[in-house]
């Protein structure tokens, strides 16, 4: 197949060839795995009402997919950035030693004194304890830990595979442990062959806070009788990666608001336990964190907002946007905000938008960054080409068709062979994915951005944020590097 060029297509004619594009893709597949994959591959088309793809169904078995499991949605997302709480690895070793520090979740504290987030504990299951049970080995370590570690809040136990194939009472040990060391001790179901990815570990982790951890909120709400103020907010789902949640924070306190929780990004146990206070839950993440704001949007009556930090446009929109739920002081303290950083980010269009106006950019990573990095690529005057989930359901690209023009082109749980071929084919001038791809795209002379945690750079949340995304697109794509090697299709 002759690669595409974008600019010499007419929209219907665009999404004639990526189809066709996608044929060939699956081409080579077995009968059986191409059925399957044809329904996850799809061209956007303008005026439908989503991206006409399936999603959150199981991966093809033998493709190389990026999806992870339940416990690294669980551990590694929801509960493990939760600083002042221990978050033991119930299981081998081996799952909590791939885990540890797997992101950057920056936070403040004491490491190993009063913060635990780059710390790793584990059970260290041995094939005694798969035989005999491991209840009294956690035991035994939560008490150790609580000695250990006397200025922890909590412990979390992360359960992986064999907990759940030999059936650890977890409930009970953390039951019974709590009442010993007077703390929380929440046990999360997560082992990691629940469900078809990482997305469910999200959703058990909710469910555990709704279970473990606001049962205790209420009642000390009821004790203290603890209202707040009118202009009380959490932010829900931000991981802090690189900082992000604290350049999300300032722009929300510049106008007035009052964040009393911020979880799991240098969340700690109290400010969970303070969210059912607010006025309103603003949620980052949609994905990995809608589920427990709907239950508190029907248990306490705490209306959500999701909103987009990345890129001018949208910070702007998504502030307006929250002011809008607040009175005229919060409104007017908005259009302040966002008057005070036009400077700031005219500076920054004016010295990037230049060096990456109409260059084009392919997207596939997890969470929300599929859909919420894209207006920060507009802003710069870069176009997207492609974008996909690693583990999004059908609501996430639903959200997406905001966002995206018509012909893009629609992966979700792509395969390595598959992404490498529309690569190929399509001939993007950056990728923004994630560590798995990271190294193969390089190879193939091809500027790239990890997009899963910043590529050790941000925060890009917030104005700031946005300098530093711009600063470091350029980097990509402007290094003199790429004059040194060529790119396949350039040989």
Known sequence: MTPIDS?????????VDKKELIKEAIELYPDKAKKK????????????SDCGVKSNIKSVPGSMTTRGCAYAGSKGVVWGPIK????ISHGPVGCGYYSWSGRRNYYIGTTGIDTFGTMQFTSDFQERDIVFGGDKKLAKLITELDELFPLNRGVSIQSECPIGLIGDDIEAVARKASKEIGKTVVPVRCEGFRGVSQSLGHHIAND???????????????????????????????????????????????????????????????EMMMSPTVKMNLVHCYRS??????????????????YNFFGPTQIAASLREIASKFDEKIQENAEKV????????????????PRLKDKTVALMVGGLRPRHVVPAFHDLGMRLIGTGYEFGHND??????????DGTLIYDDVSAYEFEHFVKELKPDLIASGIKEKYVFQKMALPF???????????????????IFARDMDLALNSPTWGLIGAPWKK
């Open 84 to 87: 002042d709480m221990i978050h």
């Open 208 to 270: 555990t806070v709704r279970d473990w951890v606001f049962p205790q909120a209420d009642k000390k709400k009821k004790e203290l009788g603890i209202e707040g103020t009118p202009y009380d907010v959490a932010i829900i789902g931000d991981y802090n990666i690189g900082g992000d949640a604290w350049s999300s924070r300032i722009l929300l306190e510049e106008m007035g608001l009052r964040v009393v929780a911020q979880w799991s990004g240098d969340g700690t146990l109290h």
């Open 449 to 467: 951005r990890q997009m899963h945690s910043w590529d050790y750079s941000g925060p890009y949340h917030g104005y700031d944020g946005f300098a």
């Open 37 to 48: 994959r044809e329904k996850h591959l799809n061209v956007f088309e303008e005026g439908k």
């Open 338 to 353: 966002i008057a005070k950083y036009e400077p700031q980010t005219k500076a920054v269009l004016d010295k990037f938008s």
């Open 289 to 306: 964190m809608n589920y427990i704001t709907r239950h508190m949007e029907e248990a306490y009556g705490i209306p959500w907002l999701e």
């Open 396 to 405: 996430d690209y639903k959200r997406t068709t905001h966002y995206i023009e």
């Open 7 to 15: 600019t010499t297509l007419d929209s219907q004619e665009l999404v």
